[in-house]
């Protein structure tokens, strides 16, 4: 256990559905990430959120919309995904934003009919 | 633009030999590099990390190397076992970057045979 959780693990979902990622940290880091992992591509970086406040959005289509209530807790709004967006999600966390040191969650693998 | 790479996608050692995983970047201006290693239907896994102010690190059974005059860096596992068998993957942290920007290798996948 790496200390961060995430909700489903395993996820399949139609491209007009809306569906939402979950992400917890139970390590007292106040920064938290979402990453995207496709088969044979380098993790891809796609939000950071330190102290509750979005510090980075990299060049993600509006289609995934994050949200960060609190220090502890990441969420990941999905609608209207295209099959390409299928892929594993990783949320990780970190103390500090410079990203140094990050505690990944198990990921949900997600597929997109 | 930026890159970090490993020389190779795949590696296969004998339970008991060393492993030495290779990965090469590309910013001579990066001052922290780290090693994952993610075993699968798991997420990547901190092994070891190490500051552009060192060339060598070590930890439990395994060594980071930096060679920063050729940008490289590698991965040494001493007697490898079978639970080792997993990708592993390098990044950097660009100095320029203060929001989080690791910047991951493709990653090597390590296999042991017994």
């Known amino acids: 256990e790496t200390g961060v959780t995430q909700t489903p693990r395993h996820l399949v979902m139609g491209m007009t559905n809306k569906k939402s990622l979950k992400c917890e940290q139970h390590l007292g880091h106040n920064a938290m990430y979402w990453y995207k992992q496709s088969a044979k591509k380098p993790l891809e970086l796609m939000f950071v959120?330190?102290?509750?406040?979005?510090?980075e959005n990299n060049s993600v289509p509006s289609r995934f919309s994050p949200e960060c209530p609190n220090s502890s807790h990441l969420f990941l709004h999905l609608h209207t995904l295209q099959p390409e967006d299928s892929a594993l999600y990783l949320c990780a966390s970190s103390q500090g934003q410079s990203g140094e040191k990050l505690f990944f969650g198990s990921g949900t693998q997600l597929s997109v009919l | 633009g930026e890159s970090v790479g490993l020389h190779l996608p795949t590696l296969s050692v004998q339970e008991g030999d060393n492993s030495i995983i290779n990965c090469a970047y590309s910013n001579s201006a990066s001052d922290y590099f780290i090693w994952y290693k993610q075993e699968s239907g798991k997420g990547p896994q901190f092994i070891i990390d190490i500051r552009s102010n060192m060339d060598k690190r070590q930890g439990q059974r395994v060594t980071v190397l930096l060679n920063k005059t050729v940008k490289h860096l590698s991965l040494q596992i001493a007697a490898t076992q079978p639970g080792d068998s997993a990708v592993y993957f390098c990044a950097e942290n660009p100095p320029s970057s203060n929001t989080g920007k690791l910047i991951f290798g493709q990653g090597t996948t390590l296999q042991v045979k017994p």
């Open positions: 959120y330190s102290l509750e406040e979005r510090v």
